[in-house]
T-cell receptor
Framework: GAGVSQTPSNKVTEKGKYVELRCDPI?????LYWYRQSLGQGPEFLIY????????DSGLPNDRFFAVRPEGSVSTLKIQRTERGDSAVYLC??????????????FGEGSWLTVV | DQQVKQNSPSLSVQEGRISILNCDYT??????FLWYKKYPAEGPTFLIS?????DKNEDGRFTVFLNKSAKHLSLHIVPSQPGDSAVYFC?????????????FGKGTLLTVNP
């Protein structure tokens, strides 16, 4: 497809379990972003990749959260020992480059995570 | 601490009339602003943006106004159409090499009634 693809679209997991969320960005986009949107809130920045490296991971809430992008394309967001407060929509986005001016960030449909 | 505030959770407008969505920000370092539109079960879609060197940007039915001194921006939709019904997010970014990171407001649900 032409857009940002995220899988799974929905995930229900038990508290304490490990979860992986996958993002396939638009082909050729070097910049990739993860955001988290909790109920009633706007999206919150988690991490930004430029190529394979995490250029800014300042938004990750704690060390249970980790993300990789080993080949500069697909990215995986990993959450260990999930807690009920992790329940949210996890949005992935990509853009042709890291700078916003003159660029547009394209979002995927999100992965809805529910921790029970 | 909300750096980008959308104080109206919802707005209802009649088809054909103007919709005005408001956004306030507190961080004076923000110099690039965007509006995103989001339908249920979809990701946010970019609508329009404005740089702080401008006070107005227009794209078809959508116009964004920026008042830097008041740290306020607004999105005008004229004429409003039922298909415009969605949640609208205001987002901001600062420069200095870090302008990839967006700070979003909580959103305003716009309902355009036929």
């Amino acid at each position: 497809g032409a857009g940002v693809s995220q899988t799974p679209s929905n995930k229900v997991t038990e508290k304490g379990k490990y979860v992986e969320l996958r993002c396939d960005p638009i082909s050729g986009h070097t910049a990739l972003y993860w955001y988290r949107q909790s109920l009633g809130q706007g999206p919150e920045f988690l991490i930004y990749f430029q190529g394979t490296g995490a250029a800014d991971d300042s938004g990750l809430p704690n060390d249970r959260f980790f993300a990789v992008r080993p080949e500069g394309s697909v990215s995986t967001l990993k959450i260990q020992r999930t807690e009920r407060g992790d329940s949210a929509v996890y949005l992935c986005a990509s853009s042709p480059a890291g700078a916003l001016s003159g660029n547009t960030i394209y979002f995927g449909e999100g992965s809805w995570l529910t921790v029970v | 601490d909300q750096q980008v505030k959308q104080n109206s959770p919802s707005l209802s407008v009649q088809e054909g009339r103007i919709s005005i969505l408001n956004c306030d920000y507190t961080n004076s370092m923000f110099d690039y602003f965007l509006w995103y539109k989001k339908y249920p079960a979809e990701g946010p879609t970019f609508l329009i943006s404005i740089s702080s060197i401008k006070d107005k940007n227009e794209d078809g039915r959508f116009t964004v106004f920026l008042n830097k001194s008041a740290k306020h921006l607004s999105l005008h939709i004229v004429p409003s159409q039922p298909g415009d019904s969605a949640v609208y997010f205001c987002a901001a970014s600062d420069s200095g090499g870090s302008n990839y990171k967006l700070t979003f407001g909580k959103g305003t649900l716009l309902t355009v009634n036929p």
